[in-house]
């Protein structure tokens, strides 16, 4: 049966993974096993994808990114260039922490920038925006837009990339499609119009 994905000839794709209809794996990059990513994704040059990790549909991976076990991306996330993840709190080369792996989930939409690092064990709420450079040391909210070392939040974000003022009874109004968000006690939700 003829794969339905594309992988250079200089990828490794190991044992047990399964991967999506209209996916592309570029240059180096190494699928480790029993990886799922969904269909149309595009993992870029020198990619590492360790055991079980778990990619939703669209997702866009820069070059030089790694994405350690225990991590797990929704739908339409996008990893910038050589940002990365980790999965233990106190590494130590002599000490084998494989089964402390601490897990992290990126919802739907978000987007982390070029080499931002995600210190595990924090979840990025649906379409967060994390800045280029950012140090995730905690939980970031869906809808908020983090920089800094360590991030702190410095505003809100729509599914498009805008930004969000709220005025004094919590709602924001996207301009570019004209969704009207609503800010009630720290939690953003959207609404059709």
């Known amino acids: 049966m003829e794969k339905e994905y594309y992988s250079h000839e200089t990828a490794i794709i190991d044992n047990g993974c399964k991967i999506g209809k209209g996916t592309k794996i570029w240059h180096f990059s190494h699928i480790m096993s029993n990886c799922v ?5 595009n993992i870029g040059q020198n990619v590492v994808v360790s ?19 225990g991590v797990t991306c ?3 996330v996008f990893l910038g260039p050589s940002m990365v993840f980790t999965n233990v709190i106190n590494p130590r080369s002599a000490i084998n922490r494989k089964n402390e792996y601490a897990k992290t989930h ?3 939409g978000a ?5 931002a690092t995600i210190v595990c064990g924090h979840d990025i709420g649906e379409y967060a ?3 280029a450079g950012a140090v995730v040391t905690k ?11 360590p991030a702190k939040q410095i505003g809100w974000i729509s599914e498009y990339g805008h930004g969000l003022n ?8 996207c301009k570019e499609t004209n969704e009207i968000y609503k800010l009630t006690k720290g939690v953003v939700s959207k609404f059709h119009i």
Request: charged share 20%.
């Open 37 to 41: 990513l969904g269909e149309n994704c």
């Open 51 to 69: 055991p079980d990790v778990i990619l939703g549909r669209n997702v866009k991976v820069q070059n030089n990114v790694s994405i350690y076990t």
């Open 74 to 76: 929704d739908d339409d």
């Open 106 to 108: 990126v919802g739907k």
């Open 111 to 115: 987007s982390i920038g070029a080499n």
């Open 129 to 131: 925006f994390i800045g």
């Open 139 to 149: 939980n970031v909210q869906a809808y908020s837009l983090w920089v800094g070392n």
């Open 166 to 173: 709220f005025d004094k009874e919590g709602s924001a109004i």
